[in-house]
């Protein structure tokens, strides 16, 4: 089948030390040679060169010489598309780049859609719809956490975890439906309890994997972080501790941070997404009302919870109802204003919340460190768990796991019920087919095309 050729410019558009435009489809070598001259002046040289080789030469339109360039040429399947592939490096300027586009589409491509060269690695089979939507992630990571899981997705966890999964259910729909057709020679007498054994394994696997999707979440959106304490206690200076610059308002008088402030704060490689929420107290201002209640809806849906308790003051009822409110949470519990004379008993206050207290000083920027040292341990050693499991990034594979599982947890049910064989083909088949969704199999169009316009142009 005759594929049209694409061409797109590959590299950011800004002005950089080398831009890059691709050009892949079956032309993408009679284009290229329709443009490219190497240094002794010869044009057409490209069409028979080797894969994977780089040639130095120029870009003319038509006898202009446009720009000094390197072009690589990879041959189908054996590119990112796999097919006929040509990348120009060229001068990174951006009209160098948009100059070179420009000769490369009037000389035989169009432009390509944002996605399409991966779209296309993904309908020439060299990508499967989980990989190629790894690759949009691993664009837009933030975070070392959020490359490193797209990174091995791309490479297939992901992927032959769910493939796995599928062989398991195939083989026994196999077996009932030939068990059927041919009940002669193939029993089913006691079946049921052998298919319950067989897909206890994988209903966990599938459990484990939807469960790991909230770290996954966390892994490339970030640790919502919700930052709680009574007025005055120092939430604010700690958040400008933490971004380095005065971006809440400090101020003196109880009350003040009345809205809430999101900011994203990167401890080396872990992002945090923090809330700078108001005071938790018993208050009738109504604006500070609103704060409050915000607070505490934050809370419930936060990753971590960080308490700034005043050590200048005695504990209070605000402070009982926030140690209540995070008694069973993922906590970091700070004893602020060192610098001045404690009231508070740092192992009293450990006791009396359940967390480990770390005392710092915002003002003097005291015991900042450990409180980094605290929240990367929290993800090193699995309070927030990170190691080698895989994680389960994408909304879209989540939700065709939970179909997965209600179908599977109908297969059990039906056999618990002893209902007959086909009943748990049926399935057992629906199973197969929502996981399959995950790899791209039998997905509508409309899901693939809406999945790659989300790429960037170029990839
Ligand atoms: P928030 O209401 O919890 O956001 O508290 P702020 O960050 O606005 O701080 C309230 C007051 O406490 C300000 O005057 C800060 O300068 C002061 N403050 C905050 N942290 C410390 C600290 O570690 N030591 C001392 N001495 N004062 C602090």
Same mark, same amino acid.
């Given at each position: 089948m005759?594929?049209?050729?694409?061409?797109?410019?590959?590299?950011?558009?800004?002005?950089?030390?080398?831009?890059?435009?691709?050009?892949?489809?079956?032309?993408?070598?009679?284009?290229?040679?329709?443009?490219?001259?190497?240094?002794?002046?010869?044009?057409?040289?490209?069409? &028979?060169?080797?894969?994977?080789?780089?040639?130095?030469?120029?870009?003319?339109?038509? &006898?202009e010489r446009i720009d000094e360039v390197l072009v690589l040429i990879m041959r189908g399947p054996n590119s990112y598309t796999a097919e006929d592939t040509v990348e120009i490096d060229c001068h990174g300027g951006i009209r160098m780049v948009q100059r070179i586009?420009?000769?490369?589409?009037h000389n035989g491509a169009r432009t390509a859609q944002p996605g399409e060269f991966t779209k296309r690695a993904f309908l020439n089979g060299r990508l499967d719809l989980a990989q190629a939507e790894a690759v949009a992630e691993l664009i837009h990571a933030s975070n070392d956490y959020a490359l490193k899981?797209?990174?091995?997705?791309?490479?297939?966890?992901?992927?032959?975890k769910i493939r796995a999964l599928r062989g398991t259910i195939l083989y026994e729909t196999a077996f009932i439906e030939s068990a059927l057709d041919d009940p002669e020679h193939i029993s089913l007498e006691g079946y049921g309890d052998r298919l319950l054994k067989v897909l206890e394994p994988v209903t966990e696997e599938i459990e484990k994997l939807i469960a790991s999707a909230d770290d996954g979440r966390v892994m490339t959106e970030g640790v919502r972080t919700v930052i709680l304490g009574k007025p005055n206690a120092g939430k604010s200076s700690l958040m400008n501790v933490l971004l380095g610059e005065e971006r809440a308002i400090v101020t003196d008088i109880a009350g003040t941070t009345r809205d809430t402030l999101e900011e994203h704060i990167n401890l080396q490689g872990i992002s945090?997404?923090?809330? &700078?929420?108001?005071?938790?107290?018993?208050?009738? &201002?109504v604006v500070e009302k609103i704060?409050?209640?915000?607070?505490?809806?934050?809370a419930k849906g936060a990753d971590l919870i960080i308490y700034v308790a005043d050590g200048s003051r005695p504990l209070d009822e605000s402070d009982r109802e926030i140690m209540e409110l995070i008694h069973d949470k993922k906590a970091i519990v700070l004893l602020n204003k060192t610098d001045l004379e404690l009231t508070v008993d740092k192992e009293a206050l450990e006791e009396q919340c359940g967390h480990r207290v770390i005392p710092i000083s915002a003002k003097e920027e005291h015991g900042i460190g450990d409180l980094e040292k605290e929240i990367q341990s929290m993800f090193y050693h699995g309070e927030i768990a990170f190691n080698d499991q895989v994680y389960i990034t994408n909304a879209r594979h989540k939700e065709a796991l939970e179909a997965a599982l209600r179908s599977l947890r109908m297969v059990r049910s039906s056999v618990l019920d002893g209902m007959p064989e086909d009943f748990y083909s049926i399935d057992l088949a629906d199973a197969y087919e929502q996981l399959g969704l995950i790899l791209g199999e039998a997905v509508d169009d409309d899901v693939v095309n809406e999945i790659f316009s989300k790429f960037c142009m170029g990839k």
């Amino acid at each position: 089948m005759k594929t049209e050729t694409i061409a797109a410019i590959a590299t950011g558009m800004s002005n950089s030390g080398i831009g890059i435009v691709r050009i892949s489809g079956d032309q993408a070598f009679e284009v290229i040679d329709r443009i490219y001259r190497n240094k002794k002046g010869q044009a057409g040289t490209l069409w &028979d060169a080797k894969s994977h080789t780089a040639h130095y030469g120029y870009i003319y339109d038509g &006898d202009e010489r446009i720009d000094e360039v390197l072009v690589l040429i990879m041959r189908g399947p054996n590119s990112y598309t796999a097919e006929d592939t040509v990348e120009i490096d060229c001068h990174g300027g951006i009209r160098m780049v948009q100059r070179i586009l420009e000769t490369v589409l009037h000389n035989g491509a169009r432009t390509a859609q944002p996605g399409e060269f991966t779209k296309r690695a993904f309908l020439n089979g060299r990508l499967d719809l989980a990989q190629a939507e790894a690759v949009a992630e691993l664009i837009h990571a933030s975070n070392d956490y959020a490359l490193k899981s797209s990174v091995s997705q791309l490479g297939g966890s992901v992927s032959g975890k769910i493939r796995a999964l599928r062989g398991t259910i195939l083989y026994e729909t196999a077996f009932i439906e030939s068990a059927l057709d041919d009940p002669e020679h193939i029993s089913l007498e006691g079946y049921g309890d052998r298919l319950l054994k067989v897909l206890e394994p994988v209903t966990e696997e599938i459990e484990k994997l939807i469960a790991s999707a909230d770290d996954g979440r966390v892994m490339t959106e970030g640790v919502r972080t919700v930052i709680l304490g009574k007025p005055n206690a120092g939430k604010s200076s700690l958040m400008n501790v933490l971004l380095g610059e005065e971006r809440a308002i400090v101020t003196d008088i109880a009350g003040t941070t009345r809205d809430t402030l999101e900011e994203h704060i990167n401890l080396q490689g872990i992002s945090l997404h923090v809330v &700078d929420t108001a005071g938790i107290r018993d208050t009738e &201002d109504v604006v500070e009302k609103i704060g409050v209640n915000r607070a505490m809806k934050a809370a419930k849906g936060a990753d971590l919870i960080i308490y700034v308790a005043d050590g200048s003051r005695p504990l209070d009822e605000s402070d009982r109802e926030i140690m209540e409110l995070i008694h069973d949470k993922k906590a970091i519990v700070l004893l602020n204003k060192t610098d001045l004379e404690l009231t508070v008993d740092k192992e009293a206050l450990e006791e009396q919340c359940g967390h480990r207290v770390i005392p710092i000083s915002a003002k003097e920027e005291h015991g900042i460190g450990d409180l980094e040292k605290e929240i990367q341990s929290m993800f090193y050693h699995g309070e927030i768990a990170f190691n080698d499991q895989v994680y389960i990034t994408n909304a879209r594979h989540k939700e065709a796991l939970e179909a997965a599982l209600r179908s599977l947890r109908m297969v059990r049910s039906s056999v618990l019920d002893g209902m007959p064989e086909d009943f748990y083909s049926i399935d057992l088949a629906d199973a197969y087919e929502q996981l399959g969704l995950i790899l791209g199999e039998a997905v509508d169009d409309d899901v693939v095309n809406e999945i790659f316009s989300k790429f960037c142009m170029g990839k």
